[in-house]
């Protein structure tokens, strides 16, 4: 049994995530998040919460899972978020047509077109993987889930693949949350959802999991952070693609030199790549066991100036990227007003005003009020950009508003010219995106807090969680089935529950036993009621045992003591001799 089969084994037992819909025999890239997983995952969004939304003063948003075809068509995933596929004409199963020739190729196999893979398919005469039958030509399978919005045929409309494009689509209102002032950012936690071809790395590739993404809306000309000099001492495992194309290992660098050398782009990059580096150690992600991979040429999509991904070296799957980081350019933002119509732009304000000739409508509202009742509005507002870009001169106008074509008559409105004073200039803003698989990173996270060791001949399994992450806190176990030690161990449990703790009381079996199965959910603090505690003639009554997971070690503190001796262990991380006796 591997490390993987270990906490995937454990991680089923003690209530941190198992395979979904076990009891109609599961369904591949599925896995439910059990009582203890949903906490340690909820604990590690509000970590990440804490860095951004907090420390960073970002805006969260929420935006809906299903999106109409439209959004689609604009961020380019109804025709680039695909895998080449081949079908077996044999046994009729499916494969990935780039894992197929990736041993033929001295390229990245996921870089080559259908054509390429269809060449090394046919020069090599390739066959099925699993009984040698001949392969279908390459076609391309969209990894959507497609669904219909309505009754009947519906609207046809889509499972989001990733949260981006619900804030993108969003941008014009996001900008005037921020005052219509450059840079902010908004971010998201939710579900995403991709029909994965072959899931067979478990939690790795999921076809339903969590995100939680930033999108940074910033200036092109201005991509500098001004708190990048106090983060510029930092040193991260940087593993360049000039470094991948000579085949060397990444370089342990400070973020400085890799932006004075090129390799980091600029200030705000590299700024947010510290971000993610406190985001991924403070998960208790060993630092040897972290590094920051460029994308190749070849690899990175189109429309990104650069893309750095953050990649945990697990057991069995080796290097496996966590979180990416990506200067998306002002791709989506153009995309989107392009297919929309609307107006994706930001002001950049001019040290000295011009003045400038504009063209713009006034509207007979009286008549189209009534007529276009709440289409009104917007379409007025379409009508003016139209007018503003010299689209529009006087007769029957034409306007798309939510879906459907609205007419503005020639008798309605009129162009008009003015002159105004021009105080800013328009331009696209950029965006700069660090991108979290949430679900990738808590597995990382279990997989380097397991440890198992021999303890009086008997193995003793660990899982070492952060403490202030671990989803139970603290733990208050009566040393045997007493009443009185019941009692006391239920009014410690309320004490600390109403400070803040999530608290297990554990009963069941011998204390040796139960101080395992704490050791195993990851509890790094347990408290023991014990005769002491409650003989009025001990030395130490109304005195508990604290025991640490990691050392094993214990000390006594008072009852009244217990909430603030907790706190200083899992939230200030204090020693336990500093605590107690």
């Not at 990227?321 to 200067?327: C, I, K, P």
């Amino acid at each position: 049994m591997d490390l993987y089969e270990r906490v995937i084994e454990l991680s089923r037992r003690r209530g941190f995530l198992h395979p979904s819909f076990e009891i109609y025999g599961g369904l591949g890239g599925f896995y439910d998040w059990g009582p203890r997983g949903a906490r340690l995952l909820e604990n590690v969004l509000d970590l990440w919460r804490q860095l951004y939304v907090v420390e960073e003063g970002l805006m969260e948003v929420s935006t809906p899972t299903i999106m109409p075809r439209r959004v689609f068509e604009a961020s380019g995933h109804l025709e680039g978020f695909v895998d080449p596929m081949v079908d077996c004409e044999g046994c009729g199963r499916s494969f990935r047509a780039d894992h197929l020739v990736d041993n033929h190729v001295d390229l990245v196999a996921d870089s080559l077109s259908n054509e390429e893979l269809q060449e090394v398919i046919d020069g090599e005469e390739l066959g099925c993987p699993e009984c040698g039958g001949p392969l279908s030509e390459v076609y391309d399978f969209n990894l959507m889930f497609g669904t219909t919005v309505g009754p009947g045929r519906g609207q046809e409309a889509y499972m989001r693949p990733e949260t981006a494009q619900g804030i993108f689509v969003a941008y014009p209102r996001l900008y005037r949350y921020a005052r219509e002032r450059l840079p902010f950012g908004a971010v998201q936690v939710g579900r995403a959802y991709r029909n994965e071809v072959s899931p067979r790395q478990g939690v790795i590739r999921l076809r339903e999991f969590t995100q939680a993404e930033v999108e940074l809306f910033v200036d092109p000309e201005e991509k500098v952070h001004d708190g990048f000099d106090r983060v510029s001492h930092r040193k991260l495992n940087l593993l360049s693609s000039g470094k991948q194309l000579d085949g060397e290992a990444a370089e342990r660098r400070s973020l400085r030199e890799a932006v004075d050398e090129g390799d980091l782009q600029n200030t705000l990059f590299a700024y947010h790549l510290h971000v993610v580096d406190r985001f991924l150690t403070a998960l208790g992600i060993p630092e040897g066991d972290l590094r920051y991979r460029q994308h190749l040429p070849d690899e990175r999509a189109h429309y990104a100036a650069d893309c750095w991904d953050a990649e945990v070296n697990l057991d069995r799957f080796g290097w496996v990227e966590v979180v990416g980081l990506a200067d998306r350019t002002d791709y989506d933002l153009s995309r989107h007003s392009g297919h929309s119509g609307r107006d994706m732009s930001a002001l950049r304000p001019l040290d000295e005003a011009r003045e400038s000739t504009v063209r713009r409508v006034e509207v007979d509202m009286s008549s189209l009020g009534p007529r276009l009742r709440e289409d009104a509005s917007p379409v007025v507002e379409r009508l003016n950009e139209r007018a503003a870009a010299g689209e529009v001169d006087g007769g029957d106008v034409s306007v798309e508003v939510e879906g459907s074509t609205r007419v503005v008559r020639g008798e309605e409105y009129e162009v008009v010219e003015e002159v105004e004073r021009v105080r800013g200039e328009t331009f696209t803003p950029h965006v700069i995106e660090p991108s979290y698989g949430v679900d990738r990173a808590v597995y990382a996270m279990l997989e380097k807090a397991f440890r198992s060791e021999e303890v009086e001949e008997r193995e003793r399994r660990v899982v070492s969680l952060p403490r202030a992450l671990a989803p139970v806190p603290v733990a208050v176990l009566p040393l045997t089935d007493d009443a009185e030690m019941r009692h006391v161990s239920s009014e410690v449990a309320r004490r600390l529950r109403g400070n803040g703790f999530v608290v297990e009381v554990d009963t069941s079996g011998n204390i040796g036993r139960r101080y395992r199965r704490q050791d195993e959910i990851g509890t790094p603090l347990v408290v023991t009621v014990d005769q002491v505690t409650v003989d009025p003639e001990s030395e130490g009554h109304r005195t508990v045992t604290l025991r640490s997971r990691d050392s094993m070690e214990q000390v006594r503190v008072g009852l009244e003591e217990v909430e603030a001796s907790v706190l200083r262990f899992v939230q200030d991380g204090a020693d336990l001799a500093e605590i107690g006796e």
